[in-house]
Nanobody, 119 residues
């Protein structure tokens, strides 16, 4: 049974930092591209950041470049999102996504963790 469990969401003041974690189980972690998405109230889910299987390639939404950093630990089967200089517009539920690099339509989602940026 595949599980993706996000943690680390919290209420933080503007300018603050948070580190999200996504612990996975039941899948061959290093065969999956990992990504973080977010969905703000009343908006569509959007890609925040992605990372390749070996961590050598990352990509970011323009809105978070220079503030967020995605990383992964293949020995712990975990992906992280370090979020700095948080803004109120970063408020959203953040979801972890695993996408198999070879098998089409083999992907999984976590249930999300809420990040609220407010003073």
């Amino acid at each position: 049974q595949v599980q993706l469990v996000e943690s680390g969401g919290d209420l933080v003041q503007p300018g603050g930092s948070l580190r999200l974690s996504c612990a996975t189980s039941g899948l061959t972690f290093n065969s999956y591209t990992m990504s973080w998405y977010r969905q703000a109230p009343g908006k569509e889910r959007e890609l925040v950041a992605g990372i390749s299987t070996n961590g050598g390639t990352t990509n970011y939404a323009d809105s978070v470049k220079g503030r967020f950093t995605i990383s992964r630990d293949n020995t712990k089967h975990t992906v992280y999102l370090q979020m700095n200089s948080l803004k109120p517009e970063d408020t959203a539920v953040y979801y972890c996504h695993a996408d198999h690099t070879i098998v089409v339509n083999m992907d999984y989602w976590g249930k999300g963790t809420l990040v609220t940026v407010s003073s």
